[in-house]
């Protein structure tokens, strides 16, 4: 029989068992000299050339600026149409500030945000040193300068990434000839690089500056259609989709005069069944989406489908010989209806058009 004292302790170890939090994540910046305990496991460090430190879940996110006591702060952050909550908390030392922001997409999630930026520590002091001071301050040398206008998307399908490099990780795509708020253009040294800062969903993203245009496209998608043809009279009605080496996305259409030619009206020649060049130019262009085999395996596409999010953003699916369809970023669909598709286990719906 067991004792009561015996079973008493028994149930406080459950107790405490149960009632002990999970083991929180922690980040370390590589420098050793901050820390912060993260919400969860599904919290990652992202590309902001404008922040010392970017961390995000996909939506919410939590930046730390690193300034030198004396030089100009930034202006302090509040809540916008993107995010309905900020929380900011500053650490100050004769020599540095460290001015630590979470921005909240949804309001539930700032108590534990706001504990999170609680949690974050100093591991090492003064690694730099107050303005005046006789070492030189070292600043970053990206920069965004402030922009507020609409643009219009002249390649088929743009990729909006977590930083300005096609090196960063896609985190979804607009269709051509849809409208962009562009919110600053990327600079290094005082120069453009050829990226701007857009808004995307409920937070912001970056996209090459090369296929954005200030002038709407003369012919949109229509929503009702797969593909609408080009004004050139010698259109012959064959199209095709292709991807270039960084996965943008493009329609040509098969003209009478042997060229195959792009929204814009530039002359591509085939140079085999899959693969397409620039007349005179070096360009090349492909049916096959980047890093995705050639051959007859399990990853060619048999299909295509135009859907929509919640949200009316805009995707193009392709099934595969597996029954599984992707988009141009590789994730992958279980298609539930005639139009009706779901990320494979995960919850975002997509309604095809």
């Known amino acids: 029989m067991i004792r009561k004292s015996t079973l008493a302790a028994i149930v406080l170890i459950l107790i405490l068992c149960f009632a002990m939090p999970a ?34 879940d996909g939506g919410n996110v939590i930046t730390v600026e ?30 540095e500030v460290f001015i630590i922001t979470g921005s909240v997409v949804d309001a539930a999630n700032i108590p534990e945000i706001a504990q999170s930026i609680i949690s974050a520590k100093v591991l090492k002091y003064d690694t730099k040193l107050a303005v005046g001071k006789e070492d030189e301050v070292k600043v970053s040398e990206f920069s965004i300068v402030p922009m507020d206008k609409t ?43 050829g990226w701007y800062q857009v808004a995307y969903g409920s937070g912001t993203g970056y996209v090459s500056s090369s296929f954005l245009s200030d002038t709407p496209p003369e012919s949109q998608k ?5 593909t609408p043809a080009p004004s050139d ?12 080496e960084d996965g943008n996305a493009y329609t040509l259409y098969e003209c009478t005069d042997g060229y195959w030619r792009d929204r814009s009206g530039t002359q591509y020649v085939e140079i085999s069944d899959t693969e397409f060049q ?17 051959d007859d395996d399990d990853d060619d ?16 699916l392709y099934e595969g010989a597996d029954g599984i369809w992707r988009d141009n970023s590789g ?18 719906h997509l309604t095809a058009y």
């Open 23 to 56: 083991a929180a994540e922690t980040f370390t910046s590589q420098d050793g000299v901050f820390s912060i305990e993260l919400p969860s496991e599904s919290w990652k460090e992202i590309v902001d050339p404008t922040k010392w430190i970017a961390l995000s």
């Open 66 to 95: 690193h300034y030198s006591n004396g030089e100009k702060l930034p202006d302090m952050s509040v809540a916008n149409s993107h995010y309905v909550n900020v929380y900011q908390a500053v650490f100050s030392t004769q020599n």
């Open 151 to 193: 643009m219009y998307v002249t390649a088929d399908w743009l990729n909006v990434r977590t930083g300005c490099s096609t090196d960063e990780l896609t985190i979804g795509g607009l269709e051509g000839g849809t409208a962009v708020q562009v919110l600053g253009s990327v600079q290094r040294n005082g120069s453009d690089i």
């Open 222 to 226: 229509d929503p009702g259609s797969d």
């Open 233 to 244: 009279p010698s259109y012959s009605g064959n199209v095709k989709t292709v991807f270039d």
């Open 278 to 294: 620039v007349y005179e130019g070096t360009k090349r262009l492909s049916v096959y989406y980047p890093d995705q085999d050639d």
């Open 301 to 316: 596409d048999d299909g295509v489908v135009y859907a929509q999010d919640e949200n009316g953003q805009s995707y193009t």
């Open 331 to 348: 994730t992958e669909y279980v298609q539930l209806s005639d139009t009706e598709f779901q990320v494979k286990d995960g919850n975002k």
